[in-house]
C-alpha cells in the first residue's frame, strides 16, 4: 500500500535515458504553492554541482523552494565549470516549464563520478515529467523508485502528527546503498511535510535529526560528494510549527532513523547489519567517534562478515579512536552474552556466539566505564560481494 503524501506536493518520474539500463532516473517534487525548506549536505571538500547550485539557490530564495529535480546514473561532480552551467540550465528549465523563478528549483544528482551530465536528456523528458505530476501515493513510489542508483527497493517513512482533530503528515524518501559513512554519504534524502514553518525552524530540526540518524550510520567508511538532505514544508495543513514543536522534532527523528535503517540494510553486500550501542561514554561525540572507528576497521568488518567473535579486534579499534580510554574498565557484550570483561577476555559460549552473529541483524555493547553518555551506531559488515561490486562499478 503507498503511503499518503503530505499536502502542498505532487511528484512523478520518467525515463530520461540516463541509466544504461533503461529504468528510471529522472525525479520531480513540485510544490506549487512553494514551500519552506531546509538542508543539509556532505562535509566532502569536492563537491557535486547540483550541491553549489542548490545552495546558492536556497540562499537567494531565502528557503523558498517550489520544484525539486533528481537525476540518477550521474553525479554531475568533477565536471568543471560545464557541471555547475549544467545544473543551472536544468534548473532553469523546469523554472520555466513551471513558470517560477530559476531560484526556487533545487537540484540534486547521484551515480557515477567525473562523467558530464547529459543535459539535453534531461531537458527532452522534462515535458512529461511536469506534466504527470500528482499528489498521489502511487506518484511518490515512483519518485522514490527513479532516485535509486545501487540500491535494491525504495525507502520511504512517514508518520503523521494530530493537533486539535487535524492532522499533519511526514514523508521521508531516501536512496543509498554505498559510499556511506558519517557526515552522510552517496545518500539524498527528502522530507516533505504541510507543517507551516519556517526555515529557522527546519534548519534546527533537521540538524537534530541527521545527527542521530544519518552522522549514526556507516557502511563502508567512505563519505561522497552529493549527500543532500532536504526537508519541505508547504504549511498547507494549517498547523504551525510552533503548536507541535516538540511532536514535530520526534516525527522527523522516527522518520530519520526509519530511512537510515534501510539505507544500512540495503548496504551493497551487506549480510549481517550491526548495531554498535557505545555506554558510559564522557561524551556523546566521543562514544560515536569510538563507533565510527570500529565501524570502519577492515578488520572488524570481515569478523563480522564470517560471523567470526573476535572482540580483540573490537577492543583495538577503540583503543585507537583517539578518544582517551581505559581500557581496564571496558566491557564488551556479544547481545546478553559477555565476551569481554575489564578489558580482558571473559569466558563466553564460541558456538553460541556464532549462532547469534550469523543473525542477519544483531548488537555489539561496549561499556567504557567513563561517563553517561550512550550513542547507538548502525553499521555492517564487509562481504566479497561487496568487493565484487565495487571492482567494476565503472565498467
Not at 522530507?191 to 557502511?219: G, M, N, W, Y
Not at 563507533?291 to 568488518?301: F, P, T
Amino acid at each position: 500500500m503507498s503511503v499518503i503524501p503530505p499536502q502542498g506536493f505532487l511528484f512523478s518520474a520518467s525515463v530520461a535515458g540516463i541509466k544504461a539500463s533503461g529504468k528510471p532516473d529522472l525525479a520531480l517534487a513540485l510544490a506549487p504553492e512553494g514551500a519552506t525548506a531546509a538542508a543539509m549536505f556532505t562535509r566532502n571538500q569536492i563537491v557535486a554541482a547540483p550541491l553549489t547550485v542548490g545552495r546558492n539557490h536556497l540562499r537567494i530564495s531565502s528557503g523558498r523552494v517550489h520544484a525539486v529535480i533528481v537525476n540518477a546514473g550521474n553525479a554531475n561532480c568533477a565536471t568543471g565549470k560545464q557541471g555547475i552551467k549544467a545544473a543551472q540550465m536544468v534548473c532553469r528549465q523546469v523554472a520555466k516549464q513551471c513558470r517560477i523563478r530559476e531560484h526556487q528549483v533545487f537540484p540534486s544528482s547521484t551515480g557515477i563520478i567525473g562523467v558530464p551530465l547529459p543535459v539535453e536528456k534531461i531537458t527532452a523528458a522534462l515535458p512529461r515529467l511536469i506534466s504527470s505530476a500528482q499528489p498521489a501515493g502511487e506518484a511518490l513510489d515512483a519518485f522514490a523508485t527513479a532516485i535509486m542508483t545501487t540500491d535494491t527497493h525504495q525507502k520511504i517513512a512517514s508518520h503523521c502528527v494530530t493537533y486539535r482533530g487535524t492532522s499533519s503528515t511526514l514523508v521521508g524518501v531516501a536512496k543509498g546503498a554505498g559510499m556511506i559513512h558519517p557526515n552522510m554519504a552517496t545518500m539524498l534524502v527528502y522530507l516533505f511535510t504541510d507543517v507551516l514553518a519556517t526555515p529557522r525552524e527546519l534548519q534546527r530540526c533537521v540538524k537534530t535529526a541527521v545527527d542521530e540518524s544519518f552522522h549514526s550510520i556507516s557502511i563502508d567508511g567512505d563519505t561522497s560528494t552529493n549527500d543532500t538532505v532536504l526537508l519541505l514544508a508547504s504549511g498547507k495543513s494549517g498547523i504551525s510549527m510552533k503548536a507541535i514543536r516538540e511532536e514535530f522534532e520526534s516525527a522527523v527523528g522516527k522518520v530519520c532513523r526509519s530511512l537510515a535503517t534501510q539505507i544500512v540494510a540495503d548496504g551493497e553486500g551487506v549480510k549481517h547489519v550491526v548495531r554498535l550501542k557505545i555506554e558510559q561514554a564522557r561524551t556523546a561525540e566521543e562514544a560515536r567517534q569510538i563507533a565510527r572507528v570500529i565501524a570502519n576497521s577492515s578488520l572488524v568488518k570481515t569478523a563480522w562478515a564470517g560471523a567470526d567473535p573476535n572482540w580483540g579486534r573490537v577492543l583495538a579499534a577503540a583503543g585507537y579512536s583517539g578518544v582517551k580510554i581505559n581500557p581496564e574498565r571496558i566491557s564488551i557484550f556479544l547481545g546478553e552474552q559477555q565476551i569481554c570483561r575489564d578489558g580482558a577476555a571473559h569466558p563466553f559460549d564460541t558456538h553460541a556466539a556464532h549462532r547469534y552473529m550469523s543473525e542477519p541483524a544483531y548488537d555489539i555493547r561496549i561499556t567504557l566505564g567513563a561517563g553517561a553518555a550512550n550513542v547507538d551506531f548502525l553499521t555492517c559488515d564487509l562481504t566479497e560481494e561487496y568487493v565484487r561490486f565495487n571492482g567494476d562499478y565503472s565498467t
